[in-house]
């Protein structure tokens, strides 16, 4: 499963821009809110094969994998929380501050949304919205950290290239 099969759709307000960039070896969709708003959010998406076909199995590797990405061993992540979504998705969300190679400090703001794939596997989307560690508290940072927040809450994931589902004629099934 490449980052081309699954699309995510975030419902952000007008005038944020989108483009791919390279982040630490993965491509990822990168959005950006209007100047002069600070942060850029980035997003990536994943498919994770459950242990087996049923739905149990599906809805443990759910929880497993939020449970994985709010790092409950790592002491610099903070305000960590696992959600349930409708028909069986979860969202999983923590903070940390991080420390860039020139110095500066950000706030990362991380998003997990997952919901049951296939019936054998379990799709995500994992988003972080980094912003200026001096920003903290700035009205204009808060906005953009909102906006972020309520389009990865109102997400949606949706499974592209699948043959099962193609047609064959715009796919190349």
Not at 15 to 33: C, K, L, M, T, Y
Not at 77 to 85: N, S, T
Not at 145 to 152: N, T, V
Request: net charge negative.
């Amino acid at each position: 499963m490449s980052i081309a099969d699954i699309a995510v759709t975030l419902p952000l307000p007008d005038g944020w821009s989108q483009d791919w960039e390279v982040n630490e070896g993965q491509r990822v969709q990168a959005f950006r809110p209007p100047p002069p708003a600070p942060g850029v959010l980035r997003v990536l998406t994943d498919s994770i094969a459950a242990a087996g076909v049923d739905p149990g199995s599906v809805a443990v590797k759910l929880r497993e994998i939020a449970v994985r990405f709010v790092r409950p061993d790592d002491a610099r992540v903070f305000d960590r929380l696992i959600e349930d979504r409708p028909a069986g998705g979860l969202i999983a969300t923590a903070a940390l501050i991080a420390a860039q190679d020139d110095g500066r400090e950000e706030t990362h703001y991380l998003w997990m949304v997952a919901e049951p794939g296939d019936g054998a596997t379990v799709i995500a989307a994992m988003a972080a919205l980094a912003l200026p560690r001096d920003a903290d508290g700035d009205p204009l940072a808060a906005q953009v950290a909102e906006a972020a927040d309520a389009a990865l809450r109102a997400a949606s994931l949706i499974r592209v290239n699948d043959r099962k589902g193609s047609c064959g004629t715009c796919c190349g099934g």
